[in-house]
C-alpha cells in the first residue's frame, strides 16, 4: 500500500513540475534562454505513455500523462507567443 | 510485447527530454528565464520514482528515473552557476 501512496506523489510531482515555468513565463512574458526541443521531446514521451496507458487499461498512468500532456502543449504554445516577441 | 517497446521509447524521451535545455543552458549561460522550481519539482518527483522502483524491483523505472535525477540535478546545478553571473 505505502508504495502505492509513493507512487502516486511521484507522478504528482512530475506531472505539474512544469506549472511554475508556465507561470513564470505567462508572468515575464520571456523565453528566449529556454530550450522549446525540452517541451517537443516531453510531449512525444508522455503522449506515447499516454497510448501505453490505453493500451494496459492503466488508468493512473493515462490521466498523469493525459494531464502532463496538457500542461507541456499550453508551454509550448506559449513560447510560440512570446518568441516572436523577443 | 508491442506495448513494452511504446514504453520503452517513452522512458527513453521524458527520461532525455532535459538535454536540450542542459545544452542550450551550457552555451548561453543564461538562465533568467527559467523556472528553478520546475526542475525542484522534477527532481522530487523522479528521485521518488526511484524510491518506488527498488521496493517493486523495478529495474527499468529505477533506471530512467535514475538518468532523469541526474540529468536535472546537473541543470540544478548549472542554474544555480549561472543565476549568479546573470
Avoid: H, R
Wanted: proline share 3%; charged share 15%.
Amino acid at each position: 500500500m505505502e508504495e502505492q501512496i509513493l507512487g502516486f506523489i511521484a507522478g504528482i510531482l512530475t506531472t505539474v513540475a512544469v506549472l511554475p515555468q508556465l507561470v513564470k513565463s505567462w508572468m515575464t512574458k520571456k523565453v528566449m534562454d529556454i530550450s522549446p526541443f525540452m517541451f517537443v521531446l516531453l510531449l512525444g514521451g508522455v503522449g506515447l505513455w499516454v497510448i501505453y496507458g490505453i493500451i494496459k487499461n492503466d488508468y493512473p498512468i493515462i490521466l498523469t500523462n493525459g494531464i502532463s500532456f496538457l500542461l507541456n502543449s499550453s508551454m509550448l504554445l506559449l513560447m510560440l507567443l512570446y518568441k516572436s516577441k523577443d
